[in-house]
T-cell receptor, first 115, second 111 residues
Framework: EAGVAQSPRYKIIEKRQSVAFWCNPI?????LYWYQQILGQGPKLLIQ????????DSQLPKDRFSAERLKGVDSTLKIQPAKLEDSAVYLC?????????????FGSGTRLTVV | SQQGEEDPQALSIQEGENATMNCSYK?????LQWYRQNSGRGLVHLIL?????REKHSGRLRVTLDTSKKSSSLLITASRAADTASYFC???????????FGTGTRLLVSP
């Protein structure tokens, strides 16, 4: 099966600019996640979708971050305006279920550098 | 917030040796999962162990879970240079449906 696709692979922007990341999950996976991974740390969940509804966005900085999952398939994550501390790898993952029986499949991530 | 703490933070061994990584967590869990991350890449799911299981095997991997101590270990036997990566434990907490990752162990296997 095809994996989780993410784009772009790399992005460099100046602080206060905006940026968007795209994710296409594995076909049939109802659950989609966006994680932020700062260098040297484990991934931190930003938002979780079940189909096109938000299940958990408690750690999403909503003043600058937004995400949507149209038609329960592709998803976009946006940062506006970006701060230096947003420099990280943004990982998208999908799963058949919310992790009770199956692990998550991750994309290769988007490495964001804010200068 | 990070749920799991891996120990050690970094591990360096020779090919053919076994590598053991430990994970401790804080709350009740539904299951615990281990992932591998090669440098600059996404995470790869290795193995999932449910809270009512004590041990699980997959190829050269052996995972144990002790819910009374809130800890797990990942053993990689007969390691290879290709096993060089960061390894993360992740817990699916009881009552929640989100996977929380630990801080990771960086494993270096030298030829």
């Amino acid at each position: 099966e095809a994996g989780v696709a993410q784009s772009p692979r790399y992005k460099i922007i100046e602080k206060r600019q905006s940026v968007a990341f795209w994710c296409n999950p594995i076909s049939g996976h109802a659950t989609l996640y966006w994680y932020q991974q700062i260098l040297g740390q484990g991934p931190k969940l930003l938002i979780q979708f079940q189909n096109n509804g938000v299940v958990d966005d408690s750690q999403l900085p909503k003043d600058r971050f937004s995400a949507e999952r149209l038609k329960g398939v592709d998803s976009t994550l946006k940062i506006q305006p970006a701060k230096l501390e947003d420099s990280a790898v943004y990982l998208c993952a999908s799963s058949l279920d919310p992790g009770h029986l199956y692990g998550y499949t991750f994309g290769s991530g988007t490495r964001l550098t804010v200068v | 917030s990070q749920q799991g703490e891996e120990d050690p933070q970094a591990l360096s061994i020779q090919e053919g040796e076994n590598a053991t990584m430990n994970c401790s967590y804080k709350t009740s869990i539904n299951n615990l999962q281990w992932y591998r991350q090669n440098s600059g890449r996404g995470l790869v799911h290795l193995i999932l162990i449910r809270s009512n299981e004590r041990e699980k095997h997959s190829g050269r991997l052996r995972v144990t879970l002790d819910t009374s101590k809130k800890s797990s270990s990942l053993l990689i036997t007969a390691s290879r240079a290709a096993d060089t990566a960061s390894y993360f434990c992740a817990t699916l907490n009881t009552g929640f449906q989100k996977l929380v990752f630990g801080t990771g162990t960086r494993l270096l296997v030298s030829p």
